[in-house]
């Protein structure tokens, strides 16, 4: 059975940074995709960033580019998402994923962590 835990989320000001973990359990084989993605208040679950714990690359959705940074540590099954110049309309519920293939759609990631709230102030 597949459980994510993240870990790391908090208040900061407007600039400022935060490092959200997940540490995966369970993984298969085919479990290749872990990604984050986001729900603020009234709004739909949205894709923040993705990494395949088998090959190298990372993707990001465009407003995080440049200030989001996604990795892994495969001996310790944790894919850590390093967030700065945060912003206000950063301030999210943070879900960690994984599933098997790196999709945009969030209806198609299998397993979910249980969310990490992120409020940035201005």
């Known amino acids: 059975q597949v459980q994510l835990v993240e870990s790391g989320g908090g208040s900061v000001q407007a600039g400022g940074s935060l490092r959200l973990s997940c540490a995966a359990s369970g993984l298969t084989f085919s479990t290749d995709a872990m990604g984050w993605f986001r729900q603020a208040p009234g709004k739909e679950r949205e894709f923040v960033a993705a990494?395949?714990?088998?090959?190298?690359?990372?993707w990001q959705t465009n407003s995080v580019k440049g200030r989001f940074t996604i990795s892994k540590d495969n001996a310790k099954n944790t894919v850590v998402l390093q967030m700065n110049s945060l912003k206000p309309e950063d301030t999210a519920v943070y879900y960690c994923?994984?599933?098997?293939?790196?999709?945009?759609?969030?209806?198609?990631?299998?397993?979910w962590g249980q969310g990490t709230q992120v409020t940035v102030s201005s």
């Open positions: 990494i395949s714990w088998s090959r190298s690359g990372t």
């Open positions: 994923a994984a599933s098997d293939v790196i999709v945009r759609d969030h209806t198609l990631w299998k397993y």
